[in-house]
């Protein structure tokens, strides 16, 4: 109950408004705080938080080992088994797309959990009549809800590339793995900001053309675990990999191929024309999003 | 609603050369076939302004326009001192404009004071500014005690409430408010209108208000514009185009006024252009022979009155009271709308000024 002695006073601003003001921040500060909010997905981050633990555990294990002269005083068989151990951990590189391919299911997940209902439930809840009220373009309301999505998709992925390459570069002797595999930390987190990128365009605009978050999210799994279930079985089937380049965790396997050096699977294709599914998926993306959002714009 | 006051501000017009807070000049719309908006010129005075229509009458077009969301296909518009031509100037425009919009819009899973200091800051306010500015928003609009509640759990007044809140956030010198007591409840309702009431008239900010509710528009508004088809229908004062007319009266009676309403039926007077409608118990408007003689005589000075008093006398009618009958805003309204003779001469006179 509202005491009988309380008066409203509407109190004229006095400050100034800034110019241009960074609509796509404010969105994302605004989006990322929102989803915080709910605890229980953080659960999903559990499997890249274990796979970042045991990856780092092996990487700091395989440069100690090299370090202590590769179990001298373990015997012959000692050595052995050591030198079979090194071998098999002490490629960073293999640690980090191994940790990047278990993960990128779970990934997935992450970014679709958190991506599907950002605009989605705008369209529901009409928000976008509130932003399109105030000076955010097109561009700034997309790039906010972008940064929304790769702010936890890169908790997901880059983050837990970037602590291995730490651990790598901390535990490496005279900062070897820095000075030898310099232009590889480079590589692998393009790569990761790649991945998270195409997968967040994708998931929103998904999100874009319904109005209800569960639709987006299941439409957003479906969407890239069927691709990636059809490729498998097509490549099977027809006993041609080229078909992996309908999946986009195909797409990404060829990119690893080529950026980090790793040959796990052989794709049979030119990395160019995974270069070009890749821009067309994103640019049909993007044209699905700038085509949602201006008709919400046009909505508004 | 018990709103106080801080010292009246000056109200802004924004510097147009007539003082004019939104100027439309040739104004027109058309997607593809169909014409939204056709050929407006009108000046809007500073001040409450109800932005009047029926469903399909252009009025959400024109807000659109004008708050640069929609390109006009043809025409100039001007708010205050600026003519938004560019995208830029287009979004610059925004920051001007508060607007509530007609239908529910939430931000979700935030609670009030989030929803309203990020829309603030979208606006351009600092952080800290625009926390300020939420908090005193929504005391303002009585939301203060529910500001740290999930907005998807506020009842229908405290939405309208809440995007009333979040209009005012960066303090704008023009407020488009769509609708703002649909779906209210009586107490509501006056609350709200209250608050239009107080932004308007106090605080001197530049209201345009567009609703269907023409007594709301009546409380709150000092000037009106009638849309119809695309097109301004009539434009003026609310004080204006509600005047005493010169041709009707308004009699009350306290007993037997059915016997001035029979005598006035009959075929000789009615002849002679008399007429009288029950307005309810013991109220009569009788309209007065030979308006076209009398248009510009006051009702109090019309010759027919003598005559009125004398039959009611003869009648031994007892009378309470005589007045000069008044148009009711509803009553312009239709008359605008249907494009049919108003009571009211000067409503004929204005409506050719409109476009």
New interface residues.
Partial sequence: M?ATT????????R?Q?????S?AL??AR?GI???Y?SKWPLLLFAVPLIQTIVRCFIVYFAFSLKDSGLGADLGVGGKVASAALLQAFSNVEQQIVALLTITQFFTMIVLAWYGA?LIA??R??????????????KSGYILGKLLVVGFYGSLAIVLPATVVIVVAVFSSPDWAFVQERGSKILMVELYALLWVFIHALGILAISSLTKRKIYALVAAVGFFVLTNAVAAFLSEALDDSRWWMMSMFGNFGALANEWLGMREREFNWPVEYTYFVLVGVALAFTAILYRQVGRM??E? | ??????PT?PRATGGGADGAVIRLAGLAKRYGKVTALADITMSLPPGPVGLLGPNGAGKTTLI?VL?G??VPTAGEVWIGDMRPTTRSER??L??R?G?M?E????????SAI??VS??G??????AA?AMT?AH?VL????LD?ARYRPIEGFSTGMKQRLKLA?A?V??PPLLLLDEPTNGLDPKGRRHMLALVE??GR??KKNVLLCSHLLPDVEKTCDHVVVMNQGRVALQGDVATLTRAEATRVVVKTVLDGERLAERLAAPELARAGWSIETLGRETYRVTLPDASRAADMPAATHPDIDELLALVASLGVLVESVEPARSTLEEVFLGAVDNRTSPAPQLRAKRGDAT
Avoid: W
């Fill in positions: 509202k309380h008066a409203e006073l509407y109190r004229p601003f400050g408004l800034r110019r241009s003001p609509t404010v969105l605004s705080r929102t989803a909010r209902g439930d705008d529901r809840l009409k928000a976008h009549l509130l932003y399109f009220a105030r000076p955010v373009t714009e046009r508004a | 609603m018990n709103a106080t006051t801080a501000p659109k708050l969301l929609a979004l610059a925004r920051r404009v607007y919009p239908s529910d819009c939430l931000i979700p899973g935030t989030e929803l990020t829309l800051k979208l606006m351009g306010l600092t500014d500015r005193e005391d303002y609009v009585q005690e979040q005012l960066h303090d107080d932004l106090v605080q």
